[in-house]
């Protein structure tokens, strides 16, 4: 994924077999949360999470299974 900018935008690119489109989509989403909640307070938490709440799920519970048996 590339970004770019031009007079009154900013562009974002993804080479669609390195990066299927929904991937791509969420990704265009969450950088542009991020750049929007740096305009509004440029002084806000650095550690905010800009995923959606079954995103965060996913991460925290399912990839996050760290319980072994021995």
Do not use: C, F
């Amino acid at each position: 994924m590339t970004v770019a900018t031009q007079p009154g935008y900013l562009v974002l690119r993804a080479i669609s077999t390195g990066l299927e489109q929904g991937a791509a989509e969420r990704l265009a989403g969450m950088y542009r949360a991020v750049l929007e909640a740096m305009a509004a307070d440029p002084d806000g938490d650095a550690r905010a999470t800009y995923l959606s709440e079954h995103e965060k799920a996913q991460v925290l519970q399912d990839w996050n299974d760290t319980e072994v048996e021995w």
